[in-house]
């Protein structure tokens, strides 16, 4: 008769013998099979003084060994689970709160995982290929902090704090879980090789962005730029959409570079695109329009891209003025779209959200090299700097929707002025 097949995290029949010419007091042995969560079956035994002692040992040693066993069960974290499985279960916490954002998960992910797209790196650093075949009880202060070191040295110090987190969070899951005890050892990971020199904030100029400006309407009409060659065939090149998103960023107050593809007709207020007669738009007569800044534009894998109804996490939707030149843009694009009553005010060739890494592929080519470090949030700077030096900081940081007295607008955005305040009277003292 057939023998039957033993369950994951099962033994079979204890069986015991004594062996009076070995050596030592340990004389009885006991043994049997288990069969292991990989599905092997494998001997297993213990030697003790007599065979009920040597039998109830090997019980105690089987119990132990039965615990991952029980653990996957009940969905427990066990010191012998593998790394990549309590990765796993932290990503599946993620996705039960509720203030995380897809693309944040996403961006997660792309940390822990290999990539399947041809055109990312094969040699890139991801801690499920490097970590995740550890045991959780092999992940001690040693295992993590020689790991991120070797990211460190690479020069990756932002991706090094990136897995940095998600590292001392999966190990605070497992601490939850029973499957370490004491202190994460994460917390003996030294942060000094992860920091990075902070970088002062350089804002550039009007005239700059204006010079810009002029390079893209040259790329436009076909002309070379530094960078972009001449371009005498095919279809015109589309120089006012990328202008109009430019000068709409600036004129919205520096809005976060995401957010103008979001813009919509029916939250623009203050003007009445039927009317018959438009009053006269100049620097010195425009009346008061309003835009209001409710969403932005996301890409999410397995979704594509699309309009997101709320802001970033804990931003709520705010208004602002904007000038003369912005609502002169937007007479004309409502115009060129048959003036439509609802809608995103900048969309692709087919009326659907317009993709920013799409734009940002043609912003590329149409600044040239001469302006490669100006991107989109280089407005975002500008607009915070010029109002600070105008209206002070803390009106600075409301234009851009932070938090009254954050120290984000005055770290990240705002250009420290080189000449301080004009001190000689105060300073003159010291010689009276």
């Known amino acids: 008769m057939p023998s039957v097949e033993l369950k994951i995290g099962q033994w079979g029949a204890i069986s015991s013998k004594k062996y009076p010419d070995r050596a030592g007091p340990k004389k009885c042995r006991a043994w049997t099979k288990y069969r292991d969560t990989d599905g092997v079956s494998r001997p297993v035994d213990c030697w003790d003084t007599t065979e009920p002692k040597a039998r109830a040992k090997l019980k105690d040693i089987l119990e132990v060994r039965q615990a991952p066993a029980k653990a996957a069960k009940e969905g427990l974290l066990t010191p012998n689970t593998r790394f990549s499985t309590a990765l796993d279960m932290w990503l599946d916490e993620l996705k039960l709160d509720e203030t995380m954002a897809q693309q944040t998960i996403d961006g997660y992910e792309r940390q822990i995982n290999k990539s399947d797209d041809k055109r990312a790196d094969p040699d890139a650093i991801k801690i499920r290929p490097m970590l995740g075949n550890y045991r959780i009880r092999e992940i001690d202060t040693a295992v993590v902090d020689n790991y991120l070191k070797s990211i460190s040295k690479l020069g990756h110090k932002r991706k090094a704090r990136w897995q940095a987190t998600i590292l001392r969070e999966t190990l605070d899951l497992c601490i939850r879980h029973g499957a370490l005890t004491g202190a994460n050892p994460m917390s003996g990971v030294s942060k000094r090789t992860m920091r990075s020199k902070k970088k002062s ?19 436009g009409r076909g002309e070379e730029i530094p960078g972009t060659p001449a371009y005498k065939y095919g279809p015109r090149r589309d120089s006012q959409e990328i202008l109009d998103v430019c000068d709409c960023t600036a004129g919205a107050g520096g809005v976060r570079p995401h957010e103008v593809f979001a813009f919509l007709w029916e939250e623009v207020e203050g003007i009445d695109f039927d009317a018959k007669k438009w009053p006269t738009i100049g620097p010195d007569s425009c009346p008061e329009v309003w835009l209001t800044i409710s969403g932005t534009v996301v890409t999410v894998k397995g979704q594509g891209c699309f309009r997101q109804e709320w802001l970033k996490v804990g931003k709520k939707p705010y208004r602002v003025r904007v000038p003369w030149y912005m609502v002169l843009i937007l007479r004309r694009r409502w115009e060129e779209a048959e003036r439509p009553s609802e809608g995103l005010i900048f969309v692709n060739r087919n009326g659907k959200v ?7 592929r043609t912003f590329r080519a149409a600044r040239g090299t001469e302006y490669a470090h100006i991107t989109l949030r280089s407005y975002r700077k500008r607009v915070a700097t010029a109002t600070a030096e105008e209206k002070g900081i803390d009106a600075a940081g409301l234009q851009l929707n932070h938090v009254l007295g954050s120290r984000v607008t005055a770290e990240h955005y705002v250009e420290k002025p080189r000449d301080v305040p004009d001190n000689r009277d105060v300073l003159n003292a010291y010689v009276a």
């Open 354 to 360: 317009k993709n920013p890494n799409n734009f940002n």
């Open 201 to 219: 904030v350089k804002a550039e100029a009007w005239t700059t962005l204006q010079a810009m400006r002029e390079t893209v309407e040259r790329w």
